[in-house]
């Protein structure tokens, strides 16, 4: 695979492309964003596994999608009432906290942290993403983490928070030179982005700002996405990724 800029050098996690949305969850039937979700893949040894980060309104971080969680709004919630009730497998929803000492438990797959924009004020993500960082370093995390977002302000918190700092930028609308004069480590946009956009790809080669591709869930895609040497592909199937990539080297 091309070179990947890593910031964070004491790890080096599985040389592969793979990075499982909201875990790996598809196959097995396990809610999205669980840790169990993140227990499989890293068993599958993906090289990331991405999860969604809300804030409490005491100041909890939690995993979940949706800004909402069984019919609660999370923003406006705290975490014990959230937390009666269970995820699917009978998970208590995980906060960060937990989903972080799961993954610093092993080397091979890093913890892809989406900051998810706040529903209530642009001020509350940047809050958020205080409280992030600040989680990260409590538990000397920062090696396994790569932080992104689809609120550039959000990731330039991050930035001046921690300085080195592994981000990616979600939204599709900043091209690779934008990003890299904002420091910004990499264009991680829906597959269709670039598609569309198709310099951009060796424009963010030769600038080193890594390239990932979401959410790429089908064979001719996947096989596209490897061809054009990105750093990272996000996906729902990371069991398929696996097999195309493994099929190629046989
Ligand atoms: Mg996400």
Not at 70 to 82: D, F, P, V
Request: glycine content about 4%.
């Amino acid at each position: 695979m091309s070179t990947r800029k890593t910031t964070n050098t004491a790890l080096s996690f599985a040389p592969n492309i793979v990075v499982a949305h909201r875990g790996a969850w598809k196959k097995n039937k396990l809610p999205e964003n669980s840790i169990a979700s993140l227990k499989e893949a890293i068993k599958l040894g993906c090289t990331g596994s991405e999860f969604d980060v809300h804030l409490t309104t005491d100041d909890s971080l939690v995993v979940n999608h949706d800004p909402h969680y069984a019919g609660l709004t999370i923003e406006k919630s705290t975490y014990t009432q959230l937390a009666t009730t269970k995820l699917s497998n009978g998970e208590i929803l995980p906060t960060v906290y937990n989903y972080l000492q799961t993954g610093m438990q092993q080397t091979k797959t890093r913890l892809v942290l989406e900051i998810k924009p706040s529903t209530i004020s642009k001020e509350r993500g940047q809050y958020l993403a205080e409280k992030v960082v600040e989680l990260v370093k409590q538990l000397k995390a920062e090696p396994w983490i790569m932080y992104i977002s689809f609120d550039y302000d959000i990731l330039k918190k991050v930035i001046e928070l921690q300085p080195d700092a592994e981000t990616a930028y979600l939204n599709g609308d900043k091209t690779p030179g934008q990003l890299a004069a904002d420091k910004i480590s990499g264009a991680d946009y829906h597959f269709s982005v670039f598609k569309k956009n198709n310099s951009w790809i060796a424009d963010a080669q030769k600038m080193r700002v890594s390239l990932n591709a979401w959410t790429v869930n089908d064979t001719e895609d996947m096989q596209w996405f490897i061809n054009n040497k990105f750093d990272y592909i996000t996906t729902n199937e990371p069991e398929l990724l696996f097999d195309i990539i493994n099929k190629k080297r046989r």
